[in-house]
């Protein structure tokens, strides 16, 4: 069922977003519902629990708050690779 949605935007906004709508050969309604739909999926997907492996690692290895670990990272690559 579909249901009429009235916005308020800034007219640049609306102009861009109708342009893309033309160029991508949709209607302005199916973009933005396109793009309600997207960010609807993106927070379901953060909702979804950890599979198995993840859950049984999660936690496994305390790192030291003082340590840079990318620069570790960083130091172990360039001596490996340099």
């Known amino acids: 069922m579909d249901t009429v949605l009235t ?3 800034n007219q640049n906004i609306a102009d861009n977003a109708a342009d893309y709508a ?3 050969q949709k209607t302005l ?3 933005v519902e396109e793009y309600l739909a997207s960010i ?3 927070r379901n997907t953060a ?5 198995p492996i993840t859950t049984r690692l ?10 840079d670990h990318k620069n570790l990272l960083a130091n ?7």
């Open 47 to 51: 909702d979804k629990p950890l599979g």
């Open 22 to 24: 033309t160029r991508a």
């Open 58 to 67: 999660a936690g496994i290895i305390n790192l030291n708050k003082d340590v």
């Open 40 to 42: 609807s999926e993106s």
């Open 29 to 31: 309604s199916q973009v």
């Open 7 to 9: 916005l308020s935007i």
């Open 76 to 82: 172990a690559l360039m001596e490996k690779y340099l």
